[in-house]
T-cell receptor, first 117, second 113 residues
Framework: AQSVTQLDSQVPVFEEAPVELRCNYSSSVSVYLFWYVQYPNQGLQLLLKYLSGSTLVESINGFEAEFNKSQTSFHLRKPSVHISDTAEYFCAVSDAIRSGNTGKLIFGQGTTLQVKP | EPEVTQTPSHQVTQMGQEVILRCVPI?????FYWYRQILGQKVEFLVSFYNNEISEKSEIFDDQFSVERPDGSNFTLKIRSTKLEDSAMYFCASTLRGTDTQYFGPGTRLTVL
């Protein structure tokens, strides 16, 4: 069975500081990896994803994540955060096996990023 | 940009009552999902639906739950007899292919009293 662990439930950081949100997964099969963001009182929005190819993936708002197969990690980073990045961040995994893949996502517990002025 | 919509945004019901949560997935999508998020906890997979049938369901999705795509556009989640522990945010999601990005709706907050 797959599982996702986000070790940090809350990450407080000052504006313009760098941040890393950690995500580790376990799976017996190849996986696709995702980061979703949830702003207050809103639904989940895809931030970035790794399906194949380059292990470093980037979002349009400056976040990046690196797939590390040997460490089974997909940590999310941003070199300089803004107040508007304050949100809940969820790491998720799904099977990369195409045949019979229902595409269900298994989520981590979430990390609250609190950006302070 | 196309989006997934859900109604109502908030539903309050008495324990034991039936509720139906409605979702309109993105029009050309073929795979549909329900997830729930109990307050303060992780988002949990409930069920996936493809080709007019359930393709996978979790342990949470017991006989009290059912899903339906009645008219080719709506995708509904019914809870037959709600319990207090069913109080949660319920998210609908859809995707074109099972391996693609899932697009989530804004959620329905279900409160069972």
């Amino acid at each position: 069975a797959q599982s996702v662990t986000q070790l940090d439930s809350q990450v407080p950081v000052f504006e313009e500081a760098p941040v890393e949100l950690r995500c580790n997964y376990s799976s017996s099969v190849s996986v696709y990896l995702f980061w979703y963001v949830q702003y207050p009182n809103q639904g989940l929005q895809l931030l970035l994803k790794y399906l194949s190819g380059s292990t470093l993936v980037e979002s349009i708002n400056g976040f990046e994540a690196e797939f590390n197969k040997s460490q089974t990690s997909f940590h999310l980073r941003k070199p300089s955060v803004h107040i508007s990045d304050t949100a809940e961040y969820f790491c998720a995994v799904s099977d990369a096996i195409r045949s019979g893949n229902t595409g269900k996502l298994i989520f981590g517990q979430g990390t609250t990023l609190q950006v302070k002025p | 940009e196309p989006e997934v919509t859900q109604t109502p945004s908030h539903q309050v019901t008495q324990m034991g009552q039936e509720v139906i949560l409605r979702c309109v997935p993105i029009s050309n999508h073929l795979y549909f999902y329900w997830y729930r998020q109990i307050l303060g906890q992780k988002v949990e997979f409930l069920v996936s639906f493809y080709n007019n049938e359930i393709s996978e369901k979790s342990e949470i999705f017991d006989d009290q739950f059912s899903v339906e795509r009645p008219d080719g556009s709506n995708f509904t989640l019914k809870i037959r007899s709600t319990k207090l522990e069913d109080s949660a945010m319920y998210f609908c999601a859809s995707t074109l292919r099972g391996t693609d990005t899932q697009y989530f709706g804004p959620g329905t907050r279900l409160t069972v009293l």
